[in-house]
């Protein structure tokens, strides 16, 4: 994967010039210098499309100084030393209360068509004129928001996605002391170190263009619309060589209607804004306590107490994220810095330790507010970078088995420390990379709860000194409680997992030998530090219980079920089009049923499970890899892993949205199809694999009007959004 610490200064000069040579024709083809049929006739490019395996071309390549491919060289760190800085905390996203009234122009049920001036460099990239919609979500009812009178926003959030600029307003959400001495009046550059550069505007394209990683709070019954303007180059060639200026934001794993998910082929342009409406309800709320009667299916009122409201408690949800979804380039504008985290708090989980009303679970969190308090609660954003010989980050899109950075970040800080008191933390662990996987311990393997799996908490807590491999899109929720060390100590938090490749984990080790320096895969090791600075400032009266929420009653019967095999070798059964690109080429994809192995089509209907059902889905694999399935939309429980209900460990036994499937490895489990409808979707997380073109489009079907049988497929362009009839319906 990376060259060995020790390999000659020949041959990393031989592998630098071949990442430079292949990053140009990266670079050539993504500005429209050449395309893939020249790139094809040159013999540069491979029949499954990606770049040829060359010396010369590819790091990867057999070496002039070694007979076997050794890899790539490791990224310029310019001077900087792990540890040296203080890891930021995630900056708030501003919340408005009364959208409605507040937000100009107003939030309406259906998109906002008004139309506006597009940009001379927009029209010359799309022709077909100079004027298009101010919102770039899909016109009409089928894509208005589903419920909308009934779950009315009451708070508005506004985001934009621009190129990276120095952040003059960070608000960590707490006081410096707990945020390691940071001082957010300090305008804050997007580097990922102080002695590494500053990101190019056009290699780094974040939520308000700024880092750290954003967070939005919010809780259920409190209905959010979340506005979010695209002001990235109008001119796609201003990219620095990777990524895509049209964005689909999706809210994984929201339940809500499909014109809000994120839909991959709903993405929207430069100029335009996208209304975002999160209901932030229960799931259920169609056909479980209706009545809004169970305390415990509730949201903080403000004053401490609880508001009921309807739906199934035990689907109460807490850690989330969103992040781009534009088709064939998930991940490059994700590893771009198109990424956020989402806490969602309830009467269950409301962050607020003290309240004890026999209904908070009094998890770390502090006890200011009445709800959301993070000065004990904090998010935490792993991503893997790679830089080139100047510091920016560097990406290759034509790595189909999955790109890996040799450089561990933590909310986009490189390596960096955390200041603790000694007392109970809880960290929201996210794996925000593209297809890195982790294992995490900490450096003297002394223990820790185990509280949350893909942002749901388990039925009961788990005491573990290490966790599960973490696939792309995993959450783990965790509790550390540092009186497990005196005032002065540093404890690292540390990967055990080893990659030769993108393709999977070659191997776990032990802590001796991800900490000896030995590995050839520099992601492993430690990567986080953390200091316990001093006694707890007010008494500790947090708890960590050990039963947490119960797994939903599967009360529904099965109607049907069905069969998703992820492999390699796939075709493509509809055409390209170039408005958009609906269908996609490439090595992955995924058979249904026992039918063709099948590359993406987001105009290609894979299944219809219909409205208030359940079915059993079977997800498999074959060869040696180890795909995380992420299913749109509803939170799964599985039943068996490779047959055996034996077989699922206890951190699988609640709900998930994401399913490492394991080499040659298969998962079934149970999904619920209720209270919204439309086009959702299923694919890897591993987002080159989904990119791919690991992908697949399915529809909740006869949920009522106004959708069509089958739902159209929307073809946005700057200049409005049309439909076509899908092209090809398997059910």
């Not at 771009?336 to 708090?345: F, R």
């Not at 409301?350 to 009445?370: C, F, H, M, Q, Y």
């Not at 209907?605 to 399935?629: A, C, M, Y």
Request: glycine share 10%.
């Amino acid at each position: 994967m990376f060259l060995s610490r020790a390999a000659s200064r020949r041959r990393i000069e031989e592998a630098e010039n071949a990442r430079r040579n292949r990053q140009e024709i990266v670079q050539a083809l993504s500005q429209g210098q050449a395309s893939r049929r020249e790139l094809f006739k040159w013999g540069l490019f491979t029949t499954v499309g990606g770049l040829a395996l060359k010396h010369g071309l590819s790091p990867f390549a057999g070496s002039a100084f070694a007979s076997v491919p050794t890899g790539a060289p490791l990224s310029p760190l310019f001077g900087a030393l792990p540890f040296t800085q203080a890891m930021p905390r995630a900056d708030l996203l501003a919340r408005t209360p009364n959208p409605m009234t507040a937000m100009a122009p107003a939030p309406t049920a259906q998109a906002n068509e008004t139309l506006q001036n597009l940009n001379p460099a927009l029209v010359a990239a799309y022709p077909g004129g100079g004027m298009g919609p101010i919102e770039g979500r899909p016109p009409g009812t089928i894509w208005a928001h589903q419920r909308w009178n009934e779950f009315l926003p009451k708070i508005g959030v506004t985001a934009t996605q621009e190129g990276a600029k120095a952040n003059a307003a960070y608000n960590p959400g707490v006081a410096s002391s707990l945020n390691s001495g940071i001082n957010p009046a300090t305008p804050m550059p997007v580097r990922f170190h102080p002695n590494m550069p500053i990101q190019n505007p056009n290699t780094m394209w974040t939520f308000n263009g700024t880092v750290p990683p954003k967070l939005l709070l919010s809780r259920y019954g409190e209905p959010v619309l979340f506005r979010h303007h695209n002001k990235l180059p109008f001119d796609p060639k201003q990219n620095n060589g990777f990524g895509r200026h049209t964005i689909s934001t999706h809210e994984h794993n929201g339940h809500h209607g499909a014109e809000n998910d994120g839909f991959t082929g709903a993405f929207f342009f430069p100029g335009q804004f996208y209304d975002y409406h999160w209901p932030l309800v229960l799931a259920g709320f169609t056909t479980i306590n209706t009545a809004a009667t169970d305390i415990r299916a509730g949201t903080p009122n403000g004053s401490g107490g609880i508001t009921k409201i309807p739906g199934d408690w035990c689907e109460t949800m807490s850690s989330h994220w969103f992040h781009d979804h534009m088709f064939e380039f998930t991940a490059q504008n994700v590893y771009k810095g198109n990424c956020a985290m989402h806490n969602i708090y309830s009467a269950v989980d409301r962050g607020n330790e003290a309240i004890n009303d026999g209904v908070n679970l009094r998890l770390p969190s502090g006890t200011g507010k009445d709800w959301g308090n993070l000065e004990y609660d904090v998010n935490l954003m792993l991503a893997d970078k790679a830089f080139n010989a100047s510091g920016q980050m560097h990406f290759d899109i034509f790595d189909t088995e999955g790109f890996l950075g040799d450089q561990i970040t933590v909310n986009f800080a490189y390596k960096p420390y955390f200041e603790v008191e000694r007392r109970k933390y809880r960290f929201r662990i996210l794996n925000g990379g593209v297809a890195r996987m982790y294992k995490l311990g900490l450096s003297d393997a002394k223990p820790f709860y185990l509280i949350a799996n893909d942002g749901n908490l388990l039925p009961q807590r788990l005491l573990m000194t290490s966790t599960d491999l973490m696939g792309v899109a995993e959450r783990y929720d965790i509790v550390i409680d540092f009186t497990q060390w005196s005032v002065g100590s540093k404890v690292r938090m540390v990967n055990l997992a080893e990659h030769d490749n993108g393709k999977l984990v070659d191997k776990v080790l032990s802590l001796s030998e991800a900490l000896s320096g030995e590995s050839d895969d520099p992601g492993v090791g430690a990567f986080l530090e953390f200091r316990v600075m001093r006694e707890p400032s007010k008494p500790d009266v947090s708890q960590v219980p050990l039963n947490l929420i119960p797994n939903p009653s599967l009360s529904l019967p099965v109607s049907r079920e069905r069969v998703f095999e992820f492999g390699r070798g796939a075709n493509q059964t509809l055409p390209e089009t170039t408005n958009p690109m609906t269908a996609s080429k490439g090595p992955w994809g995924i058979k249904t049923d026992g039918g063709d192995m099948l590359a993406a089509a987001y105009n290609r209907i894979t299944s219809q499970p219909k409205f208030n059902t359940r079915e059993v889905w079977t997800l498999k694999t074959s060869g040696g890899w180890d795909h995380p399935i992420h299913i749109h939309f509803e939170e799964g429980l599985i039943i068996s892993r490779d047959g055996s209900a034996a077989n699922v460990p206890k951190w699988e036994r609640g709900r998930k949205d994401t399913y490492r499937l394991r080499p040659g490895g298969e998962v079934k489990i149970s999904l619920q199809f209720r209270d919204w409808g439309g086009m959702y979707m299923e694919h890897c997380h591993t987002t080159t694999h989904e990119d791919h073109a690991m992908l697949m489009r399915w529809d909740i079907s006869n949920a009522g009007s106004p959708f069509l049988q089958p739902l159209p497929t929307p073809m946005p362009r700057p200049q409005g959004v049309t439909f076509t009839a899908a092209a090809e319906v398997l059910r």
